[in-house]
């Protein structure tokens, strides 16, 4: 087993990413997860066969999945996390010193289990401001009003256990969980693969009817597919590329020294620059 | 042979392509060109096995080669390519209707012909401002005063013919060919491409040192390594991202219509924001 196959278009288009040794494997309730030591990449977690993340590369994902959105409100303090279960993004949030909570509501524990096993640099599952809850990311927001500052939507690809974070229903309840000033942040797939542009125009569409404010954003992520990944941020007023929002980021960045790897003031902003063929996907 | 296998990083990293019909393949002086029908991107050019573009893809490189330079530059007339073979980057240079002549300078007439033969929608070779010479761009340059305003350095790796466009001779040529506001925009790799960053290094340095204003890009191409490209801009004045330039950009790509599908006025500023990462490489 020499090399892993993520196939991601059309075709034989893929990516292709040397393994060493298989650390984990297990198929859980929900999906197969496991974990390669690899040639170049460090650990790698694949769920069905697919590239969740490598300890070299996951640094884009999770500090674009967090900072935008952390900086962006006015004074985060309670933060949810829906899926992210392999503590990355949790591990971000958690640097932003006013986060009084953070809640990760992950639906398979197998994916947190094997984050802590085989990727301890990864997670951050011991600081006494993170709970992780091992419920459905849906069924959990029912009936919540106003509790949280920030949501993110760290979930895999809207295939199996993930279809549903693609919808307007979930997305009404968001915003039903959201606090005033809520922002809320998702994944949403890569402009390049054309089998998942229905899914990403409906979520773009049901944040876009449901929040004042709704933005694509865009990061380099060379082990997903085509190297470009669209997430989605949106919020009941706040405007991330407002000057109140770049100064509290460059107020907020003194503090954090040189730990990001990806996220600075102009990539707050530049990611927003969204090209041509990606704007006419949503129309 | 099923898939084209593109090796860019240590180890097994690599992309793969679905073929279906070699068209074309033919070892010049030079390298080994061929061009291949495939399953998804259109037609695909490899040099010595390296793919080069798509007819799917190749409206990224060749937009953000292009645009980013002669909207900086307040009346671009005289515009010299070295390299670009395939006519993509004088095809777009040829949209600005005020530049009066176009001087295509390629080493290798094989990779001309491929273009003409078997991508016919790349070039725009018949237009009338455009002159193809086949000849070394280095000895080209030579004793050359002010007589370009724009130069566009669209060459292949730093391996191979192309290895001396990364050294500091070849800029101090390129600016003195530029004119008083003269803009040079050049192709610098993949930031994830750790082996190549001796050579990204060494032309930022050069032409940090040789000019008032130099600038790194980004641009999101999914058939290169990772998926993010880098650029360099470089010029005797004109900042990229001063209001002069935008109000340009605006005004010009209203004679554009719809034909461009990556580069927009939020793209041109938003492609200077670096991230973390790769600005360490240039330490």
Redesign the interface.
């Known amino acids: 087993m020499?090399?892993i196959?993520n196939e991601y278009?059309?075709?034989?288009?893929?990516?292709?990413?040397?393994l060493e040794k298989l650390l984990f494997s297990e198929k859980s309730e929900f999906q197969l997860v496991e974990v390669y030591e690899?040639?170049?990449?460090g650990r790698l977690m694949t769920i069905d066969g697919m590239v969740m993340l490598s300890e070299k590369d996951e640094?884009?994902y999770h500090e674009m999945m967090t900072h935008v959105g952390l900086f962006s409100h006015p004074a985060p303090k309670r933060v949810l996390i829906i899926g992210g279960g392999d503590g990355g993004s949790a591990r971000e949030v958690l640097r932003h010193s006013g986060v009084d909570t953070v809640h990760m509501v992950e639906i398979d524990e197998t994916v947190v289990r094997a984050s802590k096993e085989c990727m301890p640099g990864i997670g951050d599952f011991e600081n006494p401001r993170l709970t992780v809850k091992y419920e459905n990311g849906l069924t959990y927001l029912d009936g919540r009003h106003g509790e949280y500052d920030v949501i993110i939507i760290d979930g895999s690809d809207p295939v199996g256990p993930a279809v549903d974070l693609f919808k307007k229903d979930f997305y009404q309840k968001c915003y039903n969980a959201l606090s005033d000033n809520g922002v809320l942040i998702a994944q949403t797939e890569s402009p390049?693969v054309t089998s998942y542009h229905e899914s990403m125009k409906s979520l773009f569409d049901a944040i876009d009817e449901l929040f004042p404010v709704s933005k694509m954003y865009?990061s380099?992520?060379?082990l997903y597919p085509?190297?470009?990944w669209s997430m989605a941020f949106a919020s009941k007023g706040v405007d991330p590329l407002g000057p109140e929002v770049l100064a509290r980021v460059d107020k907020g960045l003194a503090g954090f020294g040189?730990k990001?790897?990806?996220?600075?003031k102009?990539?707050h902003?530049?990611?927003?620059?969204?090209?041509?063929?990606v704007r006419n996907i949503l129309r």
Chains 1, 2 share one sequence.
Request: hydrophobic share 45%; no cysteine.
């Open positions: 020499p090399i196959y278009y059309n075709g034989l288009t893929g990516l292709t990413v040397g690899t040639d170049t990449w640094f884009v390049w865009l380099f992520i060379p085509a190297g470009m040189d990001l790897k990806y996220y600075n102009d990539v902003q530049g990611a927003f620059a969204i090209p041509n063929f």
